[in-house]
């Protein structure tokens, strides 16, 4: 049995993912998820992980204790044993391809179905791997409508891998959840001798049509850009609903129909949506296969209402096999093969690639063309596979398998984070605080700030802040519950939203303001002349920014904008399609410091969707968790919450954007909140001058910087002070921020 651990060392090891997967399991239970049907949940151990209180003083966890820690953890869980497994699975195919094999390559995307990401020989991928070389992007929890908005994932694995076939797996996740309430007829006394048939309402139907629709749109795109491709569908087993399940067995219950209909109604829903996948076969014959895997599962073959045991999951992954081999050539299907039909020498072990392996190989899978296309859970090449997870906890660099990269991390001293290092005042104590719309006007005022409004709306965005409540988001209210944290690169802790000043009503949605972990290490790999992934990236500092509604991610190949409703860095002058920035580049370590490097240019730091539910695709820009399906307004999560207030702005109009820290929201709040509201106390702890900032002061600053003063705080006076604060003895730090602090060091009487 493992030992019991700290909940600080548990967090450490998912950091870490050098760690063996199984000894991270050992501290996690399965708990099923009901919302999420085809998506398992797993709950920390608290009997072998000790949790902290806040009287532990530690840092790191402050912002979690007390706060839903567990049910934080158990929304970390599934992404995390998601990626592990996909990493794994990528592992192994890309160490197959690498050796010269020459059987079928098949792509995989779909639910937990394909990946159960839990032990081995869970899922029917598990066992397909054995034949077959396959490249997968199967993730639990996902919805068909989620692979289809994310389409261009596997439509480009399937051209970098040049795949034979594609194995599809969805569905489930949009009938089986929340929904099924919605599909089915209550009990009526009234009608006892009712059809099993006719407990199945209109909606499903309707359900599947929308279905048949967008899978008939995908299959003619698919047969249309890559002929040869073969198509593998499946539908699902007639499940067993349970009085004790999640998913089903209540949701009949609470219907009032009696237990002994319960199996032949479900029957009718799992044969409905079978029927429809075989009209596929003979819409587009020798294209699409279906394999029925009605009857797998028999003899006690559920794990639970819907997941198989490891036998159902053998057997039908066996009928999968020979839809496969029917397709193919004898000569085709074989021809890789190395050995007999088992089990895959060292599959296992793949979990812990050695740095010779990953080191060797060289021929993967091209990266995707830009940010817009990256999705950080579901990589597309061996480059992201090879990436650890960071949780932002600092602690001793450690070097990336096979790369020598050290590790990303946020700084764990204030004084050495540029957004943070002119804080006089430490936050409360209490992480939490109440922010009103008068908070941020005090911020706005000892900014110096002159935002410009669209409506009277401006956009704000609060870095190191998350919400404290459940939801992801809060619309038109009065004020938010937020918790001051310490962002990192990987998951969102930011605040993005609106403001209308007028009536000081508020909308706030999770999203993230800094670069994600793969994008600096790939800019990192570009400063030092590495081999692997290159771009460009940063870390857009607080100030007040102009943003005018413009698209976002240009397509060279399709000649037009990949969202076309974005909000874009821009400059006073309208006609200036993006805008100059001064801004914190790092590449002698992967955390921005207050000694790195101040870059003046045009960095494009625009205001965009996450494109993802998990974590954040950017290398600078602002983003709002959520998708936007490419070339369209189509757009779900945050993302389209958001996007319905910059519809109504016109093309080209500006609207700014006031960015600032958790930590200076929760002081504004705490100096309101006392009250009266004490001026000196508010120059003194939030008084400053940087990015944005207007008026005299601005001017006396820029005269003794000796650049023209117009009065405007813009990239060159930011890159200005930096250069000025680099010099100065004794400060040792720029972080481009003019505060009273600095200003009676260098004895400059601004303020």
């Not at 060392?9 to 708990?31: C, G, H, N, W």
């Not at 021809?335 to 072990?349: F, N, S």
């Not at 909308?507 to 590495?530: E, F, K």
């Not at 874009?568 to 490097?597: C, I, K, M, Q, W």
Request: proline fraction near 7%.
């Amino acid at each position: 049995m493992a030992a019991r651990i700290h909940l600080r060392d548990l967090l450490r090891m998912i950091q870490d993912e050098s760690t063996p997967i199984e000894e991270v399991r050992a501290y996690f239970v399965k708990s099923p998820n009901r919302d999420a049907p085809f998506s398992p949940g797993f709950d920390v151990n608290p009997d072998l992980v000790e949790f902290p209180s806040l009287s532990e003083g530690d840092e790191g966890l402050e912002d979690v204790v007390g706060r839903g820690v567990r049910g934080w953890l158990r929304s970390l869980a599934l992404p995390y044993f998601n990626r592990r497994h996909m990493r794994r699975r990528q592992a192994i195919y890309n160490r197959r391809v690498s050796s010269g094999w020459a059987g079928l390559r098949l792509v995989a995307e779909g639910d937990s179905w394909f990946q159960y990401p839990w032990d081995y020989d869970d899922d029917l991928i598990d066992y397909l791997m054995r034949p077959y070389a396959v490249y997968c992007l199967s993730a639990a929890g996902d919805r068909l409508e989620d692979m289809l908005r994310q389409k261009s994932t596997f439509l480009d694995a399937i051209k970098s891998t040049d795949a034979d076939g594609l194995l599809l797996s969805g569905g489930g996740n949009d009938i089986a959840g929340e929904e099924l309430s919605e599909y089915l007829v209550p009990f009526d006394p009234a009608l006892p001798d009712r059809a099993s048939s006719d407990y199945v309402r209109p909606e499903f139907h309707a359900c599947l049509g929308k279905t048949e629709a967008r899978l008939r749109a995908l299959f003619e795109e698919l047969t249309s850009r890559f002929p040869h491709l073969k198509i593998f569908l499946h539908g699902y087993d007639h499940p067993v609903p349970s009085e004790q399940g999640e998913w089903l067995g209540p949701t009949l219950a609470e219907k009032g129909i009696p237990r002994g209909l319960w199996g032949s109604i479900l029957m009718v829903m799992i044969d409905e949506y079978n029927s429809l996948l075989g009209g596929f076969v003979a819409d587009f014959p020798g294209q699409i296969y279906l394999t029925n895997l009605r009857g797998t599962a028999k003899d006690g073959g559920w794990r639970d209402e819907l997941h198989l045991k490891p036998g159902a999951c053998q057997r039908a992954a066996r009928a999968f096999e020979a839809t496969i081999d029917s397709a193919f050539p004898k000569s085709r299907v074989l021809e890789g093969a190395v050995g007999p039909r088992g089990p895959t020498e060292g599959l296992e072990a793949v979990d812990g690639v050695t740095e010779v392996e990953l080191s060797s190989f060289e021929n993967v899978p091209p990266e995707v063309e830009t940010e817009i296309d990256l999705i950080p859970d579901e990589p597309i090449g061996l480059e992201a596979a090879q990436e650890p997870l960071s949780l932002g906890l600092d602690g001793p660099s450690l070097e990336s398998r096979g790369r020598r990269l050290p590790r990303v991390y946020w700084p764990r001293d204030d004084r050495n984070a540029p957004d943070y290092a002119h804080l006089e005042a430490s936050p409360p104590r209490d992480r939490s605080f109440v922010l009103a719309g008068q908070d941020l006007d005090l911020l706005i005022e000892a900014n110096r700030f002159s935002p410009k409004s669209h409506g009277g709306m401006i956009v704000f965005a609060l870095r190191g802040a998350q919400l404290g409540t459940r939801s992801h988001q809060m619309e038109d209210v009065s004020q938010l519950e937020l918790v001051d944290v310490r962002p990192n690169h990987t998951s969102f802790r930011c605040v993005v939203g609106l403001y209308a000043r007028d009536s000081g009503r508020l909308w706030a949605y999770t999203g993230s303001t800094v670069p994600n972990a793969r994008n600096m290490r790939a800019y990192y790999r570009r400063q030092n002349g590495l081999p692997g992934e290159h771009r460009l990236c940063n870390l857009l500092p607080t100030g007040c920014y102009i943003y005018r509604r413009n698209p976002h991610g240009w397509s060279k190949s399709e000649r037009r904008f990949k969202v076309p409703i974005a909000l874009r860095l821009s400059d006073p002058d309208p006609s200036t399609f993006a805008g100059e920035a001064t801004v914190l580049r790092t590449s002698n370590d992967l955390a921005f410091g207050t000694s790195d490097v101040w870059d003046h240019g045009v960095p494009t730091d625009n205001i965009h969707p996450a494109f993802s539910t998990t974590s954040f695709a950017s290398a600078g820009c602002i983003t709002v968790r959520g998708h936007n399906t490419r070339f369209t307004t189509e757009a779900s999560g945050q993302w389209k919450l958001f996007l319905r207030h910059l519809a109504r702005v016109p093309e080209g109009s500006r609207i700014d954007l006031v960015l600032l820290t958790g930590a200076e929201a929760s002081i504004a709040s705490s100096i309101r909140a006392a009250r009266p509201v004490n001026s000196a106390e508010v120059e003194r702890k939030l008084g400053r001058l940087r990015t944005g900032s207007e008026g005299q002061e601005v001017r006396a600053l820029q005269a003794k910087l000796g650049v023209p003063a117009d009065g405007y705080f813009g990239p060159v006076t930011k890159k200005a002070l930096t250069t000025k604060q680099s010099t100065v003895p004794g400060l040792g730090r720029a972080d481009g921020v003019y505060g009273p602090r600095l200003d009676a060091q260098l004895r400059w009487d601004i303020f």
